[in-house]
């Protein structure tokens, strides 16, 4: 069992994790980092034995953030000798729970549970754990329901403060807002609760909160958002605090006509997101975010160090940046490959990594 689960992962944690291995520095954080010192090192078992069976259980979800966080973990498998079998439900809590079952059925060594209901999810981490299978999860609320499940996530709370201080600071106190936000998944709600404390400290007036997740996320919550403006054309500003949320609030500012007079902040970014935040006349101003094939690529290490029994934590999360539209303008950011060369504190090697691992970048 865990011992003395951490509370839930939030803007109080700090950067914890990694690997116990010698010849390796940490940081005050608990971050490990490569010194000059380092040298390869032979791989522990079992991936001293050839390929290591996994599994990449996904919830996922519509827009470019799944298919960079899936990108980064399978070419993070690839380098350090897994063989990765891939479950995708697409937001179908039924389907996940089948793909988890088949899973476990099928000999596997290790599952990465990429989001999900925790109700759905956690009897069967339960299982697979009592029967001696490695589990990580990302984004799926465990703490109390699957203690022996290692838990890796963004920092949310994080996150929410960053692009809601800048919110704050482009609109003032005491206007009216509109709110995005399905509350269906663990970095949502972690992103609501944060938002609740910025209504509450900046006297905001909360106007509208719509939201749906299905795998037509961003056209679903523009059709949404549309109607709500359309009765609160006087709000300033719409937290939409996850992409393809933020996508939709978007299109339907411009659908109202509404570009000059009410902003967007989101979560989250991707090329598309970049040509979309510097387009003419973009009411989006600001996201914050990880790089999310850096994440995905951090979440299959932490996994390999479970598995070979050199992790030093329980939970793992991963710290973001705040992009905002006038940084990428002035810096003629127009890709993920531009931002990552002006932010290098997206990338994430330092973290839930070993000398025996091969870290990738993208």
């Known amino acids: 069992m865990r011992p003395n689960a951490a509370p839930e992962l939030g803007l109080c944690i700090a950067l914890l994790v990694l690997a116990c291995a010698p010849g390796r520095d940490h940081d005050r954080a608990g971050v490990a980092r490569t010194s000059a010192a380092d040298t390869p090192a032979e791989r522990p078992a079992p991936f001293d034995q050839g390929p290591v069976k996994i599994a990449l259980v996904q919830y996922s979800g519509a827009g470019d953030y799944f298919q960079q966080w899936t990108n980064g973990a399978r ?57 001696g299978i490695a589990v990580v999860v990302y984004d799926v609320k465990v703490t109390e329901c699957a203690p022996k499940a290692v838990e890796t996530a963004q920092n949310d709370a994080d996150l929410a403060t960053r692009v809601l201080d800048q919110m704050a600071a482009d609109i003032g106190d005491g206007v009216p807002v509109g709110y995005v936000n399905p509350l269906v998944l663990a970095p949502l709600e972690r992103r609501d609760e944060v938002w609740k404390r910025f209504v509450a400290a900046h006297s905001w007036t909360q106007s509208f909160a719509v939201g749906r997740f299905s795998q037509e996320v961003a056209k679903d919550n523009a059709r949404l958002a549309a109607t709500a403006l359309r009765s609160h054309p006087d709000v300033k500003a719409v937290f939409a605090p996850y992409d393809e949320l933020t996508k939709g609030t978007v299109e339907a500012i411009e659908r109202n006509s509404l570009g000059s007079r009410v902003a967007a902040y989101g979560i989250d970014i991707s090329n598309a997101d970049i040509e979309l935040m510097t387009r003419k006349d973009s009411p989006w101003k600001a996201t914050a975010t990880t790089d999310p094939s850096a994440v995905g690529a951090a979440v299959t290490r932490t996994l390999a160090l479970q598995l070979a029994g050199q992790l030093g934590s329980w939970q793992v999360v991963f710290p973001g940046v705040l992009v905002t539209q006038a940084f990428l303008k002035r810096e003629k950011i127009t890709n993920m490959a531009d931002l990552r060369a002006k932010l290098p504190d997206l990338n994430l090697t330092g973290i839930a990594s070993a000398p025996w691992i091969p870290s990738v970048t993208f």
Do not use: W
């Open 75 to 131: 070419r993070q498998a690839d380098a350090v000798g897994f063989d990765l079998q891939h479950y995708d439900a697409q937001a179908d809590d039924t389907k996940q729970a089948a793909d988890m079952k088949a899973a476990m059925e099928s000999g596997v060594a290790g599952v990465i549970v990429d989001h999900g209901r925790s109700a759905t999810m956690c009897p069967l981490i339960n299982q697979a754990t009592d029967a």
